[in-house]
Structures are given as structure tokens and as C-alpha cells.
């Protein structure tokens, strides 16, 4: 039995996706460099591809950009910007809640000269509007904030803090690190007045090795892989055919049902909420209203250490999180919610659960069985 | 009818590789960097890649580091060895004959006040060693030359290369874009001093979007792409393990039959050139003796378009190349010839065939039945 709630980590490729990727690989083998047909064919696979994420996203294909995943789209919007616009200033503004690939591109950048301000978030990491203002300054060339956390789900408001932005410094550019949001919630980066918005393919039921960046027509950016000029200079390479071909794919799946994929995810949360009612040492972090993304439930187990219990569901076949994977091989690991003022105690009992339209209240059942058994035990042991 | 003699630009991925992909997609999930069984069991994966392709290289799997291609592999070879050496000296040394990827790193970093000096290389493309000895000075941190050229097939001697250099200056070290030569000749990098070595999955029937590289032991390396602190920091980001596992299988292929290929792709060049020898237009570039891959053919359409001639080739299901792929879309396309002094004639008239085991003697027959046809018509009509 498998029961997985990891999906913030990574997730399934769907049959049908990986069947196209396998095509793809067989069939449309060409360099799309080539001049020849086979080339063209699959050049014609990535033209496809832009249209349909930059339908999603509601901007023009031709400001889609492959890249390897949602770490180096993030890089390169960030990278890509503060060097191209270093001129016009080096102070920079983004969150203390940002994804390591964000967080790491703005401490390179800080020990390059830059200047980094973090902005004040609340205690579910929530952006202080007010306090951005105030960090905006005539330099400020570049903010990053991420759309859907992806450790504790809260969700900004990119539509309200893009007005702000641009009202107090219309040169100051906006990155978003949209990864946990897109193809989950509404994601409209350029009505936003966002600049710069990542994306990735396997948080989506595609393959890994693969994502996207929007990079708003006209803004410059000095590109992190160079070479034979593919992508219009921004980012060599023999573009990743089969990656392009999956990242579609899921893109297609997944805003074709998205309003009813949210649906049944806050169904399947509520009703796992409300399991864990029962237990006295729960600490629900993203509780299921409207701040937080349906598909991510963080909780903190009071008493018992996150890494503890999760290799305890695991026994039952549940995959759940401590923290975000990329994070969870550092010690750092549950570090996070501390930044939001947390207790030692609810830090190291965290656990996330991350969902899917796939989960379904059976699995919910299952693990609030196999959570009725073992955490008492857990408390008992871990107290001795 | 499809005739593929474009193998150096990209192959077919093998029916048998692309549903080992397609398994890892469905069955083996799991982020590498999840602390569950299915984290586990995708990063069991990338060891055992690792261990293939360094049982290959004959280096050791910690040595090994999976890139999004071979653009990347030979950025983070060389931008990761100056950026992390510079304290040590600023003058590099390269050959005016590398692959875009190499070319356009070693111009960014003259562009950041490093000093390049390109060596010598004789109208083959072979590097000249008493040049290289003259060029190489105490602050020389990084060579880099490539094993085989994509554009004429030249192999360089990385053995006396790397036995010159360190000799004359035991401190600098050595990169080596080993993208055309992996799998298809002797490629023993720590055996003979190289400090960085590149490879490509989609050159030897992998998957496109994954590339390895070599880097020694002790080496420091300053990462390109930064974030989760994945492969132990080198490179960030959510390992591409469909990929890997597609580099694993291809690379298992490939080395399995290594010295038969070669010879079976011998017999299929040999078989061209004197095909070719009918035509008075056509100079022979690389020629069938141990200079050249013999995976690669370059020949010059004295008095005809190279480009017209693909086109009228590929009328007839025949794929060739007028140079590498990644640098065709450009204007500069068959400008590669003209460095190694031919003619304008030869550089314009410029076709690369490129084999594979999987070719064979009837598609050349064919070939050479369409060029009988062909090139005196294109030589009529271009004339006029």
C-alpha cells in the first residue's frame, strides 16, 4: 500500500505523460537546432508547449523559457535580473520565507555587492504590505516573493503587492517563484505586473528536469547557461525535448480540472483537519481557509520529533514531509517555522502533508487510524 | 524513408531506454532528497548512474555530478574551476575550435578581466603541444580542449596533452569537453589528468536534458545553479532522475559495444568516402584515418550551398547537418571551416554526416545514388 501526501516534493507522472515523453524520445528525436525536419518537428513540439503554458499564464509564448527545473528558472530570474540591472541599483528586496533556489541566489548576490532587505511577513507568512513600502527605495531594482509557500502554504496576494510595487518604484522589477501555485491556483503574472514568474513540471504530474520561466517581453536578462544561442540567448542548450513534451502535457491535465482538483483538495484537507481534531498535541499551521493553499497542510505534532514520525507513517506505507525536500537533507531541515515564531517544540514536531485531487478520504481514514496508534505511542516514548 | 546521418547532433533514444524512463516516471516517483523509501529508491538511481559512468570513465561515482545537458556540464567545468581559482591567477588558455558551450564561457569570463589565450591548432584542428607549452604560464589556473570535434571529428591526444600540462605547470588545470568522444572512443579522464570532464546523454541515444560531468577529487568548483544544496552542493535542484536513469541505460549500451561499433561505423565512413570519390566538387575534411572519429565525416560540396544541399537531401528522407546543430540557427553556421584556412567554397559547400552503428550500407548506397543526382544539378543551377 502506498499513500502518498508529498506532492508539494514531487509528484507521479501521469501514464498518458509519460507514455507522450516516451514518444517523443522515439519518434521526435531531433536536435531542434536542425534545419531539417526532424529538427522542425521538434522545434514544433516546444512552439506547442509555450502556447499552452503561456495560455495558462495568460502571457505570449514567445516569453516562455525552458529550463532544467523550478531552481534554475528561479536562479535565472533572479540572477539574470540584478545583473542586467545592476546599474540602475543594487538593492534588492524578497521574503525570509523564500525556497533555498531563492534564498541562495540572494545570498550570492549580498556577497556580490548587493544590498538584500527582507521584508516583514506575519506569523502564518503573510507579506507586511506596509512594510514593503517602506523598504522600496530609487534603487530597489529587483523583489522576489513566492506566490504559494511551499512549506506552510500561505499564499500571497501577487495582484495586490504587483500595484504596490510598481505605484512606489515603476522601475522596480518583480520575480515571483510560482512553483507550489501554478496549475493549482489562478496564476496571471502579467496582469499582476509580475516580471519574472517560475514554474516547474514535475509539482505537476510531469517529469522532473524540467521548468518554465515567463520573463515579460522587453526586460533584459543576462542569461546563466551559454552557448549555441538557443532560446533567443536567454538559455543555451539542446532544449529538453521529452521535458518540454511532459511539462505540456501536465500543464493541459491540470488546468482542465483545476477549480475542481481545489475542490476536492480542500475536501480531503477539511476532513483530515478535522481527524486531527481529536488529538491534544496538533498544532495545525495552515488551517483551511482562504490565506492557505488547499494542498499543503502543515502541522506540528507537539512532543514528538517530525523526522520520528514520519518514518513511523512510512512503516504504513504513508509518505508524508518534514519540511520541504529540497531542505530535508540539511539540518536545517525544520528550521522554518521558527522564522514564523513557532515554538521549539511545534518546529520539531512539524510534519507536512501535501495533497493531490488523486488522495482520496479513504487514504485520510487510513492515516488517522495508523496517527491514532502511533502517535500516543510516539509521546510516550519520546517523553521517557 | 528516414536516412539519420546527423548522429553528433542528436540520436533516437533506444525503445528499451526510453521504457526504463517511462518506469522511473510512474514507479520511481520519489524526490531523491525525501527522507521516505520512495526518496530513497529515485536516489538508489542516481548512484547506480553514477556508477556506471564512472566504471566508464574509470574514476570514482563520487566524481560524478548529473548536469541539465553538456552546455551546462562545460559551463559549470569551466565558469565553476576560474571563478573558484582566480586568487591563484587569471590566464586560461583554450583552441580557437571548441564547441559554443566552451567558446561563450571562456568570452564571458575575458569579458569579467580574465586574459584567454587560444593555442594553436594545425588545419585539422589539431592542437599544436609546443604552442600549448609556450602559452602555459605560472597564473595559467584552466585549460580547456576538446576530445573530438563536433564540426570535423579531429581527437586531440588528451593523454600527451594532459602530461605536457601538468608538467609545464603542474597547478592548472585541465577540462575537457568529452561530449563527442564518450562512449564512442577510450575516455579515461583521471588516468590522464584531467581535472573536469563533459559528457551528454542525447549524443549516445539518451535522453535530451541530461549531462554528467567528471570533476576530480579536491577540486573546488563554485556551483552555477544554487538552492537545495543537492549534489553535495555542486549543483542544486531536484535531480532530473527520468534522465539519469536514461543516461544510466544508454551509457550501459554503448560501452557494451564500444570497440564493435566503432568498427561497424569505420566500415560505414570508409564505405561513403569511397562512394565519394566519383565526385570531382567534394574535398574530404576528415578523412578515415586515426585522426578523426570516425563517427564523423566532413565533407566540402565544392561549388553548391551546404544548406541547399541538406534541403534537397532531406526532400528525399536523408538528415544531414551544414555543422553542429547548436550553432546552425546562426548566421556565423559554417564559419568553423574557415578558421581551420579552407576556401570560402569549402566553408559554403561545407555537409557533416554523422553515423551510428545503427546506419548502414544500403543507406549509404542510397545516399550516393541521391548525391549522383543531385549534385550536378545544384552545381548547374548555382552556377548559373
Redesign the interface.
Known amino acids: 500500500m502506498?499513500i502518498?501526501f508529498?506532492h508539494a516534493?514531487?509528484?507521479?507522472?501521469m501514464?498518458e505523460?509519460?507514455?507522450a515523453?516516451?514518444n517523443s524520445?522515439?519518434n521526435d528525436?531531433?536536435?531542434p537546432?536542425?534545419?531539417?525536419?526532424?529538427?522542425m518537428n521538434a522545434e514544433k513540439l516546444i512552439t506547442t508547449a509555450k502556447q499552452t503554458i503561456s495560455a495558462q499564464l495568460r502571457v505570449t509564448p514567445s516569453e516562455i523559457y525552458f529550463?532544467?527545473?523550478?531552481?534554475?528558472a528561479?536562479?535565472l530570474g533572479i540572477m539574470g535580473i540584478a545583473t542586467a540591472y545592476q546599474r540602475n541599483g543594487r538593492h534588492l528586496i524578497t521574503t525570509p520565507i523564500e525556497?533555498?533556489?531563492?534564498?541562495?541566489?540572494y545570498e550570492?548576490l549580498e556577497e556580490q555587492g548587493f544590498e538584500v532587505s527582507y521584508v516583514k511577513v506575519d506569523d502564518n507568512g503573510l507579506v507586511d504590505q506596509a512594510d514593503l513600502v517602506r523598504l522600496i527605495r530609487k534603487d530597489t531594482i529587483l523583489v522576489s516573493i513566492m506566490h504559494v509557500n511551499n512549506e506552510i502554504g500561505i499564499i500571497q496576494n501577487i495582484e495586490d503587492l504587483g500595484k504596490i510595487l510598481k505605484q512606489t518604484n515603476p522601475s522596480t522589477l518583480f520575480h515571483v517563484d510560482g512553483i507550489q501555485a501554478f496549475g493549482k491556483i489562478v496564476t496571471l503574472p502579467k496582469k499582476w505586473l509580475v516580471d519574472a514568474y517560475a514554474i516547474s513540471g514535475?509539482k505537476i504530474h510531469g517529469?522532473?528536469?524540467?521548468g518554465a520561466i515567463y520573463i515579460r517581453k522587453g526586460i533584459l536578462i543576462k542569461p546563466?547557461?551559454?552557448?549555441?544561442?538557443?532560446q533567443k540567448d536567454v538559455r543555451?542548450?539542446?532544449?529538453?525535448?521529452?521535458?518540454i513534451v511532459g511539462i505540456d502535457g501536465a500543464t493541459k491535465c491540470v488546468i482542465m480540472s483545476m477549480v475542481e482538483n481545489y475542490k476536492k483538495v480542500e475536501a480531503i484537507k477539511s476532513y483530515l483537519i478535522k481527524g486531527l481534531e481529536c488529538f491534544d498535541s496538533v498544532r495545525i499551521n495552515s488551517p483551511n481557509d482562504h490565506r492557505f493553499s488547499t494542498y499543503i497542510l502543515s502541522v506540528s505534532f507537539v512532543g514528538i520529533r517530525g523526522?520520528v514520525l514520519?518514518?513511523a507513517l512510512?512503516e504504513q506505507g504513508i509518505?508524508?514531509?518534514?519540511g520541504?525536500?529540497?531542505?530535508?537533507?540539511?539540518s536545517k531541515a525544520a528550521g522554518f517555522l521558527s522564522v514564523l515564531g513557532r515554538t521549539k517544540e511545534e518546529v520539531a514536531g512539524n510534519i507536512r502533508f501535501s495533497f493531490d485531487p488523486t488522495n482520496t478520504f479513504e487514504e485520510i481514514d487510513v492515516l488517522l487510524k495508523v496517527l491514532k496508534e502511533i502517535v500516543p505511542m510516539l509521546l510516550r516514548y519520546q517523553r521517557k
Chains 1, 2 share one sequence.
Do not use: W
Not at 529550463?67 to 534554475?72: D, I, L
Not at 509518505?319 to 518534514?322: D, F, G, L
Open positions: 502506498t502518498y508529498d516534493a514531487t509528484t507521479k507522472v501514464p505523460i509519460a507514455e515523453i516516451c524520445m522515439v528525436y531531433g536536435n537546432s536542425s534545419l531539417h525536419r526532424l529538427g529550463t532544467s527545473g523550478g531552481t534554475e528561479n536562479n525556497h533555498a533556489s531563492v534564498k541562495a541566489t550570492l514535475h517529469p522532473k528536469g524540467i546563466m547557461i551559454i552557448g549555441g544561442h538557443q543555451s542548450g539542446t532544449e529538453n525535448v521529452p521535458g523526522e514520519l518514518h512510512e509518505y508524508v514531509s518534514t520541504s525536500a529540497c531542505s530535508s537533507n540539511k
